[in-house]
């Protein structure tokens, strides 16, 4: 059974400080790895694709990486704007699609 | 640019009055789906769809029911709400390597 388990399950920084969010996985036949945003009441808002281990992408203030295990979404000096829950999903064959359980990050101006 | 469409965005009906809530995508997508999202669970697939006529279940189909007649269409339907499946919608269709495109949620509360 596919399983994503994301940590911690909240987080707050004040507004400036770096921290990077974690996506552990495990899934049979990888297609791909989602990061999303989700403010509240709204749907998710697509960040980011991730193929394979060793990929980086990057946006703004946010960076994904992937390894064969995990991924990374790196946040540098947030502002309050990215205040969201994030959400990691990893994609297996027949387009399934298997949701973390997100992280809630409140930056404090 | 993807747009994907639902109504209506807040529901709120009594046990076993039969519903639909719509779904509709402009970019002529194959694949669509439904999730419910809820406070400690995330959110779960219910049905998807590889393309018109075509569906099949998700994690937690039980007391749902979806149909595919055209490609643009896929509407979720409660045949007989209850009261668990109180809970936060999404449609979405996937959008090549740009992931999946989600709608705006529908909030269903059944009473």
């Known amino acids: 059974e596919d399983q994503v388990t994301q940590s911690p399950e909240a987080l707050r920084l004040q507004e400036g400080e770096s921290s990077s969010l974690n996506c552990s996985y495990t899934?049979?036949?990888?297609?791909?790895l989602f990061w999303y945003r989700q403010d509240p009441g709204k749907g998710p808002e697509f960040l980011f694709t991730?193929?394979?281990a060793g990929e980086e992408k990057e946006k703004e203030r946010l960076k994904a990486t992937l390894t064969k295990k995990e991924s990374f979404l790196h946040i540098t000096a947030p502002k309050p704007e990215d205040s969201a829950t994030y959400l990691c999903?990893?994609?297996?064959?027949?387009?399934?699609?298997?949701f973390g359980g997100g992280t809630r990050v409140l930056v404090k101006p | 640019e993807a747009q994907v469409t639902q109504n209506p965005r807040y529901l709120i009906t009594v046990t076993g009055k039969k519903l639909t809530v719509t779904c509709s995508q402009n970019?002529?997508?194959?694949?669509m789906s439904w999730y419910r999202q809820d406070p400690g669970l995330g959110l779960r697939q219910i049905y998807y769809?590889?393309?018109?006529?075509?569906?099949d279940k998700g994690d937690v189909p039980e007391g749902y029911k979806v149909s595919r007649k055209e490609k643009r269409n896929f509407p979720l339907i409660l045949e007989s709400p209850s009261p668990n499946q109180t809970s936060l919608y999404f449609c979405?269709?996937?959008?090549?390597?740009?992931?999946?495109?989600f709608g705006s949620g529908t909030r269903l509360t059944v009473v």
């Open positions: 999903a990893v994609e297996a064959a027949g387009n399934k699609l298997t």
């Open positions: 769809s590889m393309n018109v006529e075509v569906t």
């Open positions: 991730l193929y394979s």
């Open positions: 970019m002529n997508h194959e694949y």
């Open positions: 899934v049979s036949g990888l297609r791909g």
């Open positions: 979405a269709t996937r959008t090549g390597r740009y992931g999946y495109t």
